[in-house]
């Protein structure tokens, strides 16, 4: 039971996440997805994307597609937390498999999240101006027109480049969060709630910005495709058509909001990850206590 403990605690903090971070995230995706060049890249910055979203869509449209990512995230968590705290089981010290057991978590979250982000992001990049009809009326309907106009490839679309995000991007995550837990646990006491909401916060906004030209390339290639039409065929040449259209900066664009989402979002999954790990923990010992009582 105990080698549970980390998929539900996992599971329960990644839902924590959600909720904090989906507005953030919606901006952020709507910002890497949209192209434009000189005078156009303005309409496309933060506070003109956020403030046209509520403009057009009420605050409701900050929380679209949430449905996919409380569900991918929730499962995501999961794997991640489940699979990186029974590997990091099998080392000495947690220092010395954050990074391996991360990258190994990483990999294996990869073939749920990608379906289940694809549909996110393309919910996300709908808009409900009179102008532009939906394609998609929710989560489902969104997976069954992908899976019937192009089969289960289509399902995982944008699937190499997810790859090159999380394998190494996770294992940066669990290391960098190992490392700050051990430098705060120093300066304040390891059982403060800060040591968690701090480490986990950093370890997120560290994270991100480590992988973040590939996460908008992610963005973009999964993005892509709407109503038939591709502009890519395939994450490299996205890579180049986007460079060659915009220059270096499009690679950072989007990184106001990922970077304000990532600390809050990760404080609250780290956060609320151990929570449930101490109460699942606490469970665990019960029926033990009772037989030693039983026994005396």
Known sequence: MKALNDFIAGWFGGCAGVV?????DTVKVRMQAAYGKGKATKTLDFKTVFSSTIKNESVSGLFKGMVPPLTAVAIQNAILFGIYGNTLKLFKSQSDGSYFAGSLAGLAQCFIICPLDLVKVK????TEAKRVSSLYRGSLDCLQKIFKARGLAGCFQGFSVVLLRDVPGFGVYF??????????????????????LIAGGLSGVVSWVSTFPLDVIKSRVQADGNRGN?????????????YRSEGLVVFTRGLLPTILRAFPTNAAIFYVHGLVLKILHKKDQIPSDISLVEEQ
């Open 175 to 196: 290391g960098t969060y190992e490392l700050f837990t051990h430098w705060l646990s120093k300066i304040t006491s390891q059982s403060s709630v800060l040591v968690p």
């Open 230 to 242: 591709y502009r890519y065929s395939g994450f490299v040449d996205c890579a180049v058509k986007s």
């Open 123 to 126: 919910l996300q990049m709908q």
């Open 20 to 24: 904090v971070g989906q507005p953030l």
